[in-house]
């Protein structure tokens, strides 16, 4: 099992910051990718950033350019930096592990006000 413990979100002015952190526990040694995913109301679950145990990254077209996923892997800790962001990013924030079964964080709210 792995256990994972993301940190708050928040309320944020369009075109702010914010940083999200998600640490993992348990049976780390067998993630071979995190990441984040996110749901806005009436829509789908959708993938945000994800980062490889080799530190390939993978980003949403829509996040590409004012997102960046990081790691460090002494705190088996994700970082989502999210940048200019816009009322669309919006959402529920789900951090993300896979070995490769997938395992979810609580969720915490990003809301983005225009």
């Known amino acids: 099992q792995v256990q994972l413990v993301e940190s708050r979100g928040g309320l944020v002015q369009a075109g702010g910051s914010l940083r999200l952190s998600c640490a993992a526990s348990?049976?780390?040694?067998?993630?071979?990718?995190m990441g984040w995913y996110r749901q806005a109301p009436g829509k789908q679950r959708e993938l945000v950033a994800l980062?490889?145990?080799?530190?390939?990254?993978n980003y949403a077209d829509s996040v590409k350019g004012r997102f960046a996923i990081s790691r460090d892997r002494a705190k088996n800790t994700v970082y989502l930096q999210m940048n200019s962001l816009k009322p669309e990013d919006t959402a529920v924030y789900y951090c993300?592990?896979?070995?490769?079964?997938?395992?979810w964080g609580q969720g915490t709210q990003v809301t983005v006000s225009s």
């Open positions: 348990g049976k780390i040694f067998s993630i071979n990718a």
């Open positions: 980062i490889t145990t080799g530190d390939m990254t």
């Open positions: 993300h592990a896979r070995n490769p079964i997938y395992y």
